[in-house]
Nanobody, 114 residues
Framework: QVQLVESGGGLVAPGGSLRLSCAAS????????MGWYRQAPGKQRELVAT???????NYADSVKGRFTISRDNAKNTVYLQMNSLNPEDTAVYYC????????WGQGTQVTVSS
């Protein structure tokens, strides 16, 4: 059984930055892909960014140029650096990891408000 534990969410003013982290409970293997999704109130969960074990990244158009995803394969940890945050980025952010099956974190709240 693998658990994903997220950290780094919180309240930030518009234009501010946050860094999310997600660590897997095991590091004796490497996930094929790791990433972040988000779900705002009343909306469906959507992809934010993903990164393969080789470092290939993919971003939602809404976050390109503002968010940066990275990972540490040795630690089975994925990060999301979020800059120039705006109120539309407010959501619960979920960590995702794929290796044969999907694994999800419990979610961390990000609120962008003045």
């Amino acid at each position: 059984q693998v658990q994903l534990v997220e950290s780094g969410g919180g309240l930030v003013a518009p234009g501010g930055s946050l860094r999310l982290s997600c660590a897997a409970s095991r590091s004796d293997f490497t996930f094929d892909s790791m990433g972040w999704y988000r779900q705002a109130p009343g909306k469906q969960r959507e992809l934010v960014a993903t990164i393969t074990r080789g470092g290939t990244t993919n971003y939602a158009d809404s976050v390109k140029g503002r968010f940066t995803i990275s990972r540490d394969n040795a630690k089975n940890t994925v990060y999301l650096q979020m800059n120039s945050l705006n109120p539309e980025d407010t959501a619960v952010y979920y960590c995702n990891a794929k290796l044969i099956m999907n694994y999800w974190g419990q979610g961390t709240q990000v609120t962008v408000s003045s």
